[in-house]
């Protein structure tokens, strides 16, 4: 026998309204896809072969799909958010299930109506779907389908234990995790504590103005771990908001929003042949360095001689941008005043047909920007577009129009 061949199946714990997983890993509802990504990198030997599938053309249009194909699962995120909404396991030939640590699916077990009702319990008869031919056992937060190819629906009143099939009793063929009691209805739950890992998320970005509408820094209103316990040792959410201005120090972006992820020192500025000419013969001796915020979807630049703040970069975390995954996606609102005072408001969800609409023929061409790595000079999406408008330049996908990123200066 070649034991080379042989795959070891996953063998994973199903938790009701909550998650899929085992000691190492777990796949919780309302987990960001970034997470998940994590998750399969890090066991890259036990779960291989994954596909990720989206609509390039409008990805807010249907949900992001993220495919085990060697091991029968499939995570479904909400393409607004990036959370998960919904687990699927669709071939339970490939993966070994259990509830309360009692497997209810494995090679020794066949998941048949009787062996699920014995493992959940009593539930109510579900339903009958003629257009699929198949049943739906629903309890809260856990569906389970059972095909068939008999005629059965005028017989189907007293559940599944009440029919008799002619190919033997019916075997789950698929069933789903979710929120509530509805599957058609489901939403992606908010982020849970579990997935906060002692880290702080953004709930909304504004930008900050003075009097006479410039503007001068930006507003974030973060949420993330209490620090504090309850009675029964629970962790609870907590939310601040901090203000962070153009010339602010690195200790005071650190104070308002902790330490970053990561700092990167820039090399060159392929942008300084758009500044001004005598901006242009400025030689310094320090690099400017970017704070990277990843789960906040933010960088910030600083000034390498004053180590005061120049820019912010705010991502919107979009599959096929060359960016997506290294960010979560900034949740910001920033407001754009046309020439008649007219307002209009930007978020990761615009495109940028309304702009165009909102501003008329007051913006200029844009700028191509085309993103390489220092180690692999492709890039597979292709170059994006950068629209000035006053103290903000729009990154812009050509393929769907959608704001990829946003970079404000003073």
Known sequence: KDFSKVIKMLDLEVVPERSLGNEQWEFCLGMPISQAISIVRRHCRAIRNIHLCYCDYDPLALDIIMNLTDDGIRLVFDPQTQRLKIIEVYDLTKVRLKYCGVHFNSPCVSPTNDQIEMSFGATHPGVFDPANQQFILN??????????????????SHGLGSLQFSNGPPVVSKLCIYIGNSLSETKAPHLPIGCYHGKCYTDK???????????????????????????????????????IKFGDGTQDV???LGAPCKIYYKDEDKMKIHSKVTDKKLIK?????????FTLGMDILFDGSKNTVKKFVLHSNYPGHYDFNIYYRCCFELNLKSPLDNEFQITPYTKWDKVEEFLGDTYRKPVVLNRRSSTNATNPFGPTFC????????????????VASVTIFP
Do not use: W
Request: aromatic share 14%; proline share 2%.
């Open 205 to 243: 970005i504004t930008l900050v103005r003075c009097d006479n509408g410039t503007v001068t820094g930006i507003k974030v209103s973060l949420y993330g771990e209490s620090g504090t316990a309850t009675k029964h040792n629970d962790i609870r959410k907590c939310t601040i908001e901090q203000e």
């Open 139 to 156: 309890f809260r937060g856990l569906s389970f389908f059972f095909p068939s190819n008999d005629k059965l629906e005028h017989n189907y």
């Open 387 to 402: 629209y000035g408008l006053n103290n903000l330049i729009i990154e812009v996908m050509p393929s769907n129009n959608y």
């Open 254 to 256: 650190m104070s308002a």
């Open 285 to 293: 001796d320090e690099s400017d360095y970017f704070y990277n915020y």
